[in-house]
């Protein structure tokens, strides 16, 4: 089961995120009506952030699909970071938003109506996302897919928004204090805030082509080792992410005297190799004598 879970498609998923956020919008916005609690309508409106995010996330993910083309000869990979960027973004928004009627009903604390319905409607939309956000996170490791994850963690997010809201909502039932409400929805848009700004900070360093996470190096190294031999060496290996990509540039080095057919057999075996280990990876290996030495610029000499 958790392997099937694992293979769904990012397009699939992210669809079905389209329609339990239509499904939760709903939920949550007759919680907040029957109730009138604004710790309720913070939570309606992260969700309608929700869907929002699930329509962009998959239209970058199909942007993200096209194969590679004239001006774009690395393909579309890197299309799936606007996707995070724009999730954190409308993350960021939506806190503002939920702070401003927050501070309004604060001011001028109401008392809540009918509070068993609304936390009963609040619990059930809760649990459709937290399903669907754990799918989620397993099939965008699977897929090496940012925009996946992004979605996913702001479903977290929102798991986490409503159980600070149902406990919020709880209390006032239990207290009578009407403040509580409004101070819980403030805290609620503190904690998505700092969710969106990770999401935005992880946009952009992905934008900034960051080297191949630690154990997709490892697998590259255990890799190169299996080759290694006093007449081959390898050296100059830099990596970088794009999207589902990853790449891998390195010399090879071998005896002068080999002829080009075995020593470009020789590194075909270590490209596939390569790729083999590291699904989604694009390895180019320079071929360089034993003796010689690649010289590379530094960026000092090119300011």
């Known amino acids: 089961m958790g392997l099937a879970v694992k293979e769904l498609s990012p397009s699939l998923l992210l ?5 339990v956020a239509l499904l939760t919008i709903a939920l949550k916005t007759l919680a907040w009506w029957i109730t009138g609690s604004v710790g309720l309508l913070s939570d309606a409106m992260e969700s309608l952030v929700n869907l929002a995010s699930a329509v962009f996330a998959l239209l970058m993910v199909k942007i993200a699909l096209r194969p590679a083309d004239e001006d774009h000869p690395y393909g579309h990979h890197k299309a799936e970071y606007f996707s995070s960027a724009f999730e954190g973004l409308a993350i960021i928004v939506a806190a503002g938003a939920i702070i401003w009627a927050a501070v309004q009903r604060l001011l001028a604390p109401q008392p809540l109506e009918q509070l068993g319905w609304g936390l009963a409607l609040s619990v059930v939309a809760s649990a459709f996302n ?11 490791r699977h897929h090496r897919s940012i925009a996946l994850e992004g979605d996913a963690r702001h479903l977290l997010t929102d798991v986490w928004t409503s159980a600070g809201v149902v406990a919020g909502v709880g209390l006032v039932a239990l207290t009578g204090w009407n403040w509580l409400d409004p101070a819980v929805a403030i805290g609620v848009a503190l904690n998505i805030l700092r969710e969106g700004a990770s999401l935005v900070w ?70 596939q190799a390569l790729m083999s280990a590291v699904p989604g990876l694009r390895a180019t290996i320079q071929l360089l004598p034993s003796d010689v030495e690649a010289h590379t610029q530094d960026q000092e000499d090119m300011l």
Do not use: C, Y
């Open 130 to 140: 937290g399903a669907l956000a754990w799918a989620m996170l397993k099939s965008s």
């Open 202 to 271: 992880k946009s952009s360093q992905g934008l900034m082509d960051n080297a191949v996470e630690p154990d997709v190096m490892a697998d590259i190294e255990k890799t190169l080792r299996e080759f290694e031999h006093h007449t081959i060496r390898f050296d100059h290996i830099s990596t970088r992410r794009s999207g589902q990509r990853r790449f891998v540039d390195l010399h090879m080095h071998m005896p002068a005297s080999w002829t080009l057919g075995r020593a470009a057999a020789v590194r075909a075996a270590v490209e």
């Open 15 to 19: 669809r079905v995120s389209i329609g």
